[in-house]
């Protein structure tokens, strides 16, 4: 089992940035993916960023390249989303998920464990 929590959600006027941290614990072996993904009321769950467990490896939607970084700390098992010129468009629900696999996938049904999600809204 693995849990996954993350933090640092909140509300910012368009512009500006936040920071959101996944904590992740219990099965942390092996060669895994952290993803990012939000979702929008009414809207499917779309796929934000991806960074590799042991490369750093970072992917990202074309909506957010650029604006985005994904980032790690391997001593701390926290990985980060560092949000910048966020846009009232970001508005979402933002969510961590693990995927036990080599191989990058920005389909949600293709992560095995998920975080609770954090609330971001962009205020125009």
């Known amino acids: 089992q693995v849990q996954l929590v993350e933090s640092g959600g909140g509300l910012v006027q368009a512009g500006g940035s936040l920071r959101l941290s996944c904590a992740v614990s219990?099965?942390?072996?092996?060669?895994?993916?952290i993803g990012w993904f939000r979702q929008a009321p009414g809207k499917e769950r779309d796929f934000v960023s991806a960074i590799t467990w042991n490369f750093g490896d970072t992917y990202y939607a074309d909506s957010v390249k650029g604006r985005f970084t994904s980032s790690k700390d391997n001593a701390k098992n926290t990985f980060y989303l560092q949000m910048n010129s966020l846009t009232p468009e970001d508005t979402a629900v933002y969510y961590c998920?693990?995927?036990?696999?080599?191989?990058?996938?920005?389909?949600?049904?293709?992560?095995?464990?998920w975080g609770q999600g954090t609330q971001v809204t962009v205020s125009s």
């Open positions: 219990g099965r942390t072996f092996g060669t895994y993916i």
């Open positions: 998920a693990v995927r036990y696999s080599r191989s990058l996938s920005r389909r949600s049904n293709d992560y095995n464990y």
